[in-house]
C-alpha cells in the first residue's frame, strides 16, 4: 500500500519559514502530479501547489511567490518551501499523490502562523 508521510510542520511567526516534506513509499515519478493541499477550520481543502511528473509547478494566487515546489526523485520526496508566512496560512497541510487511476493522501501536518 502507497503511503505518504508529512513532516515539517509547526509553529511559526508571521513573515517566517517553514519547509514541509513528504515522503512517498514508492517512486514519485508513478504519479502524474505531487500535490499540497490545506484545510483551515471550518474551510474546504484547497490546492496551495503542485508539481507535475515532468516538473512543472503551479500556485494557488494566495501563495504564489511564497511558496516553492520541489521534488527529489531520488528521494521520492516532494517539498513545499513557505516564507513571508501570513495567519491565514494556518492550516493543516496535506500531501497528494494524483494520476488517472490513483489518489493518495497524507495523515496531513499542522502549520500555524502567529500574529
Known amino acids: 500500500q502507497v503511503q505518504l508521510v508529512e513532516s515539517g510542520g509547526g509553529l511559526v511567526q508571521v513573515g517566517g519559514s517553514l519547509r514541509l516534506s513528504c515522503a512517498a513509499s514508492v517512486s514519485i515519478s508513478s504519479f502524474a502530479s505531487m500535490g499540497w493541499y490545506r484545510q483551515a477550520p471550518g474551510k474546504q481543502r484547497e490546492l496551495v501547489a503542485s508539481i507535475t511528473r515532468g516538473g512543472t509547478t503551479n500556485y494557488a494566487d494566495s501563495v504564489r511567490g511564497r511558496f516553492t515546489s520541489s521534488r527529489d526523485n531520488a528521494k521520492n520526496t516532494v517539498y513545499l518551501q513557505m516564507s513571508s508566512l501570513k495567519p491565514e496560512d494556518t492550516a493543516v497541510y496535506y500531501c497528494?499523490?494524483?494520476?488517472?487511476?490513483?489518489?493518495?493522501w497524507g495523515q496531513g501536518t499542522q502549520v500555524t502562523v502567529s500574529s
Open positions: 497528494n499523490a494524483w494520476t488517472y487511476s490513483t489518489d493518495i
